[in-house]
């Protein structure tokens, strides 16, 4: 089972999951990297500020074997001995494990990037099974550290044996030789010995670091149902979506028959489109597109006109090209200024012969460029895509 389930985890994780993974507390940190680099921190801390400390241990060691008679003639004496020496020691350690400790968070920040939580604190007592915790051991994941661990304790093991050896006497001379010259000595080998195990440090650090983003990231891959869940967790279900456009065309659709009754013209064809012109002059560079639409939409167009006194003019090839390339609540393309500008003309023509200002001018005949006329060139414009425009 827990192979199929790996099997059908083929997808890589969403950035979703990656952040409620890191709010978990879920990080790929490489322990190596902060074991290479702190070893590296104490070895150079040591060579730039051996010396120094070398001069401060004596100086302790000096304090800390010198008695006379009036130390120990006073009662609080160890007390006051022991507080100095606390003190001195502090001056020494802490800058050491300071280092040390801002050495650790860089190489943890290196691995996994800044991370503030606090659920890994949680208890969780399931980590407290043998049983679950035997059960991971003998998992892929589990055995491939165990086995680099091994490795690294072998390899390590054996530098470290190494030194040891080709140093021992250098090591058992030391006692022969004065304080000063046995402190400097020491350090010395000890910054050498931690350079040669800092390289095979070195070597695992490299490989950990990206074997473990590539095990945090193929722990967290996807299947093709968490996927979908999660898809529709963040945007909603596909119903949902569905039942909010249908909303947001019926309302959109109210709001453009809501602006017939203020367009100056209505174009047909003669059943099938019909589209709403206005145009304000002064306030508009050229007539824009209130309304428009087919079927049984334009025939509910061609009533709300009728009902507002809008005039309906019978203006096929027009028609079909305003509602094919025109855009709702935009002006009209420029190819087709000319033809609207004759249709507009007659209307006002006619408003003013209809109110005696002057003779019933004769019925237009616009000039359409063929490639806008989609009985030339098929352009399908669907409802449902005008009233998104009108959204957008």
């Given at each position: 089972m827990a192979e199929q389930d790996a099997q059908d985890r083929n997808l890589p994780a969403s950035a979703k999951k990656i952040k409620r993974s890191r709010a978990e507390g879920q990080l790929p940190r490489s322990r190596d990297l902060t074991h290479f680099v702190v070893l590296i921190t104490a070895g150079a801390m040591l060579a730039f500020g051996g010396g120094l400390v070398v001069d401060k241990l004596r100086h302790l060691l000096t304090a800390g074997l010198r008695f006379d008679a009036a130390t120990l003639g006073r009662s609080s004496g160890m007390v006051d001995r022991l507080s100095m020496l606390t003190w001195d020691s502090l001056t020494i350690m802490l800058p050491l494990c300071g280092g040390l400790a801002l050495a650790a968070i860089a190489a943890n920040l290196a691995s996994g990037g800044w991370n503030w939580t606090f659920k890994p604190l949680a208890p969780n007592f399931g980590h407290m099974n043998p049983i679950a915790g035997m059960g991971?051991?003998?998992?892929?994941?589990?055995?491939?550290?165990?086995?680099?661990a091994v490795a690294l304790a072998l390899v390590l093991g054996i530098t470290a044996a190494l030194v040891l050896k080709n140093h021992i006497a250098g090591y058992v001379g030391i006692m022969s030789v004065p304080l000063p010259s046995a402190l400097a000595y020491a350090g010395q080998q000890l910054i050498g010995g931690l350079a040669l195990v800092?390289?095979?440090?070195?070597?695992?650090?490299?490989?950990?670091?990206?074997?473990?983003?590539q095990i945090y990231l193929r722990r967290l891959r996807m299947t093709r149902e968490e996927a979908k869940q999660e898809m529709k967790d963040s945007?909603?279900?596909?119903?949902?979506?569905?039942?909010?456009?249908?909303?947001?065309?019926?309302?959109?659709?109210?709001?453009?028959?809501?602006?017939?009754?203020?367009?100056?013209?209505?174009?047909?064809?003669?059943?099938?489109?019909?589209?709403?012109?206005?145009?304000?002059?002064?306030?508009?560079?050229?007539?824009?597109?209130?309304?428009?639409?087919?079927d049984l939409l334009a025939l509910k167009i061609r009533d709300l006109a009728k009902e507002s006194k809008v005039p309906v003019l019978q203006q096929p090839a027009l028609a079909r090209a305003l509602y094919a390339h025109a855009r709702l609540d935009h002006e009209?393309?420029?190819?087709?200024?000319?033809?609207?500008?004759?249709?507009?003309?007659?209307?006002?023509?006619?408003?003013?012969?209809?109110?005696?200002?002057?003779?019933?001018?004769?019925?237009?005949?616009?000039?359409?460029?063929?490639?806008?006329?989609?009985?030339?060139q098929p352009t399908v414009v669907e409802d449902a895509d005008l009233f998104e425009e009108a959204e957008a």
């Amino acid at each position: 089972m827990a192979e199929q389930d790996a099997q059908d985890r083929n997808l890589p994780a969403s950035a979703k999951k990656i952040k409620r993974s890191r709010a978990e507390g879920q990080l790929p940190r490489s322990r190596d990297l902060t074991h290479f680099v702190v070893l590296i921190t104490a070895g150079a801390m040591l060579a730039f500020g051996g010396g120094l400390v070398v001069d401060k241990l004596r100086h302790l060691l000096t304090a800390g074997l010198r008695f006379d008679a009036a130390t120990l003639g006073r009662s609080s004496g160890m007390v006051d001995r022991l507080s100095m020496l606390t003190w001195d020691s502090l001056t020494i350690m802490l800058p050491l494990c300071g280092g040390l400790a801002l050495a650790a968070i860089a190489a943890n920040l290196a691995s996994g990037g800044w991370n503030w939580t606090f659920k890994p604190l949680a208890p969780n007592f399931g980590h407290m099974n043998p049983i679950a915790g035997m059960g991971r051991l003998f998992t892929g994941a589990g055995l491939g550290q165990a086995l680099k661990a091994v490795a690294l304790a072998l390899v390590l093991g054996i530098t470290a044996a190494l030194v040891l050896k080709n140093h021992i006497a250098g090591y058992v001379g030391i006692m022969s030789v004065p304080l000063p010259s046995a402190l400097a000595y020491a350090g010395q080998q000890l910054i050498g010995g931690l350079a040669l195990v800092g390289l095979p440090l070195a070597v695992f650090a490299g490989i950990d670091l990206p074997l473990q983003r590539q095990i945090y990231l193929r722990r967290l891959r996807m299947t093709r149902e968490e996927a979908k869940q999660e898809m529709k967790d963040s945007e909603g279900s596909p119903e949902v979506r569905q039942r909010i456009r249908a909303k947001m065309r019926e309302m959109a659709k109210k709001r453009m028959l809501a602006a017939v009754p203020k367009a100056d013209l209505v174009v047909m064809n003669p059943t099938h489109y019909a589209v709403a012109l206005r145009y304000e002059e002064g306030k508009m560079t050229a007539p824009k597109v209130v309304a428009k639409g087919a079927d049984l939409l334009a025939l509910k167009i061609r009533d709300l006109a009728k009902e507002s006194k809008v005039p309906v003019l019978q203006q096929p090839a027009l028609a079909r090209a305003l509602y094919a390339h025109a855009r709702l609540d935009h002006e009209i393309p420029a190819a087709l200024f000319t033809a609207v500008a004759q249709v507009l003309a007659y209307v006002y023509q006619l408003k003013a012969a209809l109110a005696g200002r002057g003779r019933a001018p004769e019925a237009p005949n616009p000039h359409v460029p063929p490639e806008l006329d989609p009985h030339n060139q098929p352009t399908v414009v669907e409802d449902a895509d005008l009233f998104e425009e009108a959204e957008a």
